[in-house]
């Protein structure tokens, strides 16, 4: 079956640095990608997505990179605050299916 | 800016009873979808339903699980007879159609005691 993984489990940054979380996937025929962020208690809040059919997407303060080549996307977070401290997800999906990475613990040192 | 919202946010149950999660997806939204994660680990599929019917589910949704949309708002999941593997945070999807992200409520958490 379809696999999504993440490279490091743990993530410590500076506050005002920028941070950058990867996640692997094994499926070639996923055609959309989402990144999640999970604070606490709470669900998974999307963040940005993008579609196969482009490399690079850019929102506020982030931006996610997507190599098909290799089957890896990142997120990258510019300036990272302290209100950034959670858990990321990245997803993978087809025919809304939808697979989940085990997630990245992205914490914030003031 | 709509949401899924979740009810209850916490339930206690005793093992062996029965339970119904209850959801409110996006209105506009046509994909419906319930998730699990277990403390510290990875959301885990359970089950996608569309046009009134399940899509697809996982293994982990066997018969004690069974999802029903009474009527045009709410999305519950019930699970007959809960088993002290059941606690877990339980999360209802929903998504629109096309690449459409999935928009979670926050969950409920299911204690089996």
Partial sequence: GESVGLHLPTLSVQEGDNSIINCAYSNSASDYFIWYKQESGKGPQFIIDIRSNMDKRQGQRVTVLLNKTVKHLSLQIAATQPGDSAVYFCAETSFNKFYFGSGTKLNVKP | ?113
């Avoid at chain 2, 949401?3 to 206690?12: A, G, N, R, Y």
């Fill in chain 2, 1 to 113: 800016e709509p949401e899924v919202t979740q009810t209850p946010s916490h339930q206690v149950t005793q093992m062996g009873q029965e339970v119904i999660l209850r959801c409110v997806p996006i209105s506009n939204h046509l994909y419906f979808y319930w998730y699990r994660q277990i403390l510290g680990q990875k959301v885990e599929f359970l089950v996608s339903f569309y046009n009134n019917e399940i899509s697809e589910k996982s293994e982990i949704f066997d018969d004690q699980f069974s999802v029903e949309r009474p009527d045009g708002s709410n999305f519950t999941l019930k699970i007959r007879s809960t088993k002290l593997e059941d606690s877990a945070m339980y999360f209802c999807a929903s998504s629109g159609v096309g690449d459409s992200p999935l928009h979670f409520g926050n969950g409920t958490r299911l204690t089996v005691t």
